[in-house]
Each structure stands twice: as structure tokens, then as C-alpha cells.
């Protein structure tokens, strides 16, 4: 090889060294800048840290907190009334078959099943207590019986039609 060509080899291989060198500077660069910048928060995490912090009630004071007051209750009835289970139906057979058969079928809890002499002694409490423990709730000896069988969005209308089909089909 020829002298020129040595130093041309040389030359080359600096340049190829330095352009070696930036690159990989840059990819060191990159990666670190990459590494400092915070990640994205997925909207769900978000939306449920901000449900862990929300406050869980309020304050309200004097004739303007009253006012307020007034204003949530209404407001949280409206919102109560408009979410009703199973659409309004007052078919107690569809409410029982989807809310109800869960403890009554199996006696979960204490809760009679469907047959006549495990509801004797409620049935001569007469129906009014029966429907005051289906919407309000009980605990007694025998078990316990959630409000609204644990759905808060029944009516009682609905809750009166549900306990009206279970006693009609009593065995």
C-alpha cells in the first residue's frame, strides 16, 4: 500500500471513531432524557385516585349552609329516583328471580325459603311487617334480612309486589 492510501485509512478511521462516539452520545442522551420524563397516567387510575381523596361530606352552616343543605337532599333524591331497579318493573317474579332467589333458594343468612311452614310465624305478623322488614331491613334470631334485599334503588312499591309473589308462592 501506498503512503497516501495509509493516511486516507487513517483519516477514515478517525471520522468512523468520532461519528461512533456522537452516536452513541446521542443514544445515551436520548435514553436519559427518556427516563426523566414522567409517564402518562392512565384516565381510569386517575379517575379512581380522585374518587379515594374526594371528600366525604360537607359542611354546612347557618342559613346559607341550610339552603345548601336543602339543595343536596333534593338533589340526591332526584338522582335516587331516577336510577330505579330493573327499570320500574313491578313484576315481583322478575325482582325475585334476579335479587331475592339469591338467599331465598338457598336459605343464605337465615332467609326462608319458599315453603309454607318456614313462614308461618312472619306470616302471622301480617303483611305490614313483612313489607316494614323488606324495605327497612331486620336482624332477629333467624337472620338477618337486608334493606331492600341490598339493592337501594328498589321503590317500596317494588319491595311490596316482590314480597306479595313470594307469600303467593309459598308450598
Keep these: 500500500m501506498r503512503n497516501y492510501d495509509l493516511e486516507f485509512l487513517k483519516r477514515f478511521s478517525l471520522v468512523l471513531v468520532f461519528l461512533s462516539i456522537v452516536t452513541l452520545g446521542l443514544i445515551i442522551g436520548a435514553w436519559m432524557l427518556h427516563s426523566s420524563v414522567p409517564t402518562e397516567t392512565p384516565p ?82 301480617g303483611t305490614e311487617t313483612l313489607y316494614r322488614h323488606s324495605i327497612e331491613g331486620f336482624v332477629g334470631e333467624a337472620g338477618v334480612m337486608p334493606a331492600r334485599g341490598g339493592n337501594p334503588a328498589l321503590s317500596d312499591e317494588q319491595m311490596q309486589v316482590t314480597v306479595d309473589w313470594m307469600v303467593d308462592n309459598l308450598k
Design 44 to 125: 381510569n387510575v386517575a379517575k379512581r385516585t380522585e374518587a379515594r381523596i374526594a371528600p366525604v361530606g360537607a359542611v354546612y352552616a347557618g342559613a346559607t349552609g341550610a339552603a345548601s343543605q336543602a339543595a343536596a337532599t333534593a338533589a340526591a333524591a332526584a338522582a335516587a329516583a331516577s336510577q330505579v331497579a330493573y327499570g320500574g318493573t313491578l313484576d315481583g317474579g322478575t325482582i325475585y328471580q334476579n335479587l331475592c332467589a339469591g338467599c331465598h333458594t338457598s336459605g343464605a343468612g337465615g332467609a326462608p325459603t319458599l315453603v309454607r311452614a318456614q313462614w308461618a310465624a312472619r306470616l302471622a305478623q
